[in-house]
């Protein structure tokens, strides 16, 4: 494979001078009939990797069947099979002795450690299979934006991280206000940002001030005494992961570490006037707690949000016209009661979400870089969710609470030569016979300018010149004339070679890293 310069590389990468200021800004709906590369675009930001046929299926059809189509599938697969070890309890090591303690040290070393790596690999598979639904790519977003590392000061159980991401899945594109209902006792936070330690004697900030900062309302949309009202409110969660201690990893309340006393918390009374029981305080306080923030600053909620989904499925750095539309996706939350859905359908059947302008300009993350080629040939998935760590997107542990910085973080002239390192790893970790039955797999294969057609479509997210369909082309045909490739693809070692070596001018390519 020839030598990338870097620089080049990454000129040709950002040196897209596309004004932002003439882009359609309507969120009426797109009614024209979806042609190919609109089909790609909308499925390449619902998923992580395409699918040939799944193109094939909704070109010509329009944007509000597909929309609702890949929302229903969605609604469909919310419960894959979870991994082998979510139903795994032990007792607390600390109150056995002899070869029982010995076996439940080890157990727990494997649900606080190595089963957490398990599950990155877990949801990589799921990832893999869900090409035709906006679910995985909406679970990424949610645990990008509830941030939270198994690998904190003390390491959290690889159980807690599963029901987290239970949590995001079944409420995908549910209503914000019972995510952040339920992400304020959801076990794995609780002990991420110090619920677990936040008790009436000493109240504990560190998640009061993240639900506001972070997770809700942006910087400067608070004050210290709302972090230290909020504090006191959510008092007395608690977790555990052992058998032996109560229920293990599901949320419950301590009463006596609640506080009692009376809040005020953005100018609304907090009084303790019930019979303080774990289903009292979660509706008088921490249900409360969250009603006050969206009826008091509701608009800032939405907008703030709205611009993390915009950022996050149309372009990333933002512009003035951008912001008119995230506007609008804001008022749509208000609208609707912050139900999310009509907002999200609303914006992928858009006129604005179909613009040229917003179609192959979005930078890949590893999970959309890997996934998608991981999705087509051999490769381990522990070892794919391994790669992604090693580019900067852990699963299950995101570099801190503020979650990934995104954009061009993920792409720099360091982390370029190690991503197109992986890439190749990946490739060469299949036989040439595996390439060349992927390749005759797809339909129309044996056409020579018909399988470059569809490869480029698989990974490159817009047309590209004749020119350069030529030389990609010719990759596959070694200089021959296209009539030989019938008799090319006959000699499945020979065919495989070609199939690896168009891979490899791919993952070359400037915009393989854009989508």
């Given amino acids: 494979m020839a030598v990338v310069s870097r620089r080049n590389f990454l000129e040709g990468l950002f040196d897209f001078n596309h004004s932002r200021l003439e882009i359609n800004a309507s969120l009426d709906e797109y009614t024209q009939p979806l042609n190919r590369l609109q089909v790609q675009h909308l499925l390449r930001r619902a998923t992580f990797s395409l699918s040939n046929s799944i193109i094939d299926k909704y070109v010509g059809k329009s944007a509000a069947f597909v929309v609702d189509e890949l929302f229903a ?28 303690r010995e076996e439940a040290e080890a157990k727990k070393s494997l649900i606080v450690g190595e089963y957490n790596l398990t599950l ?6 799921v990832m893999k299979k869900d090409s035709e639904s906006f679910l995985e790519k909406m679970v990424l977003f949610w645990h990008d934006h509830f941030a939270t590392q198994f690998a904190s000061c003390n390491n959290i159980p690889s159980v807690s991280m599963y029901r987290q991401n239970e949590l995001f899945r079944k409420n995908y594109a549910g209503n914000f206000r019972t995510l952040l209902e339920q992400i304020s006792i959801d076990g794995a936070m609780l002990r991420y ?4 330690e936040n008790i009436s004697e000493s109240p504990n900030e560190n998640y009061a001030r993240e639900l506001m900062e972070l997770f809700s309302l942006g910087v400067g949309n608070y004050t210290e005494q709302d972090i230290r009202e909020a504090a006191k409110i959510l008092t007395g969660w608690k977790v555990n992961m052992f058998l032996d201690e109560g229920t293990p990893y599901k949320a419950f309340l301590n009463t006596n570490q609640f506080d009692k006393t009376s809040k005020l918390f953005m100018g609304e009374v907090f009084s303790v006037n019930y019979e303080v029981n774990e289903q009292n305080v979660y ?8 009603d006050v923030i969206l009826a008091k600053k509701g608009q800032v909620a939405a907008k703030y949000l709205s611009t993390k989904i915009y950022q996050y499925f149309v372009y990333a750095n933002t512009q003035k016209t951008d912001n008119a539309v995230v506007d609008q996706m804001a008022q749509l939350i208000i609208d609707n009661g912050f139900e999310l859905k009509p907002m999200l359908k609303k914006l992928f059947k858009s006129q604005h979400f179909f613009d040229d302008l917003n179609i192959g300009v979005q930078i890949k993350s590893p999970a959309e870089t890997i996934i998608a080629m991981v999705k087509h040939i051999d490769y381990n998935d522990r070892y794919a969710r391994n790669i992604m760590a090693a580019l900067g997107l852990e699963l299950f542990n995101p570099p801190n609470v503020a979650g990934w910085r995104g ?21 060469d970790n299949n036989s040439n016979t595996r390439l060349a039955d992927w390749a005759l797999s797809i339909e129309g294969s044996g056409e020579v300018h018909i399988l470059t057609e569809r490869f480029i479509e ?27 490739w019938y008799e090319i693809i006959k000699n499945k070692e020979q065919a495989g070679q070609r199939v690896r070596s168009f891979l490899f001018e791919i993952i070359k390519a400037p915009e393989y890293f854009l989508f």
């Fill in 73 to 100: 599938k969605a609604d469909a697969n919310i419960n894959p099979t979870p991994p082998f070890f979510v139903n795994d309890h032990i007792k607390n090591p600390g109150n056995l002795t002899g070869k029982q």
């Fill in 120 to 125: 990155g690999e877990w949801w990589v598979g």
């Fill in 193 to 196: 940002l110090n619920g677990n």
């Fill in 283 to 290: 509706k008088n306080s921490v249900q409360k707690l969250i």
């Fill in 407 to 427: 954009y061009r973080a993920w792409i720099s002239t360091k982390t370029l030569p190690t991503t197109i390192h992986f890439l190749k790893e990946i490739i």
């Fill in 458 to 484: 698989l990974f490159l997210a817009r047309p590209v010149s004749e020119e350069r369909f030529k030389k990609f082309k010719n990759t596959f045909l070694g200089g021959a004339p296209d009539y030989e």
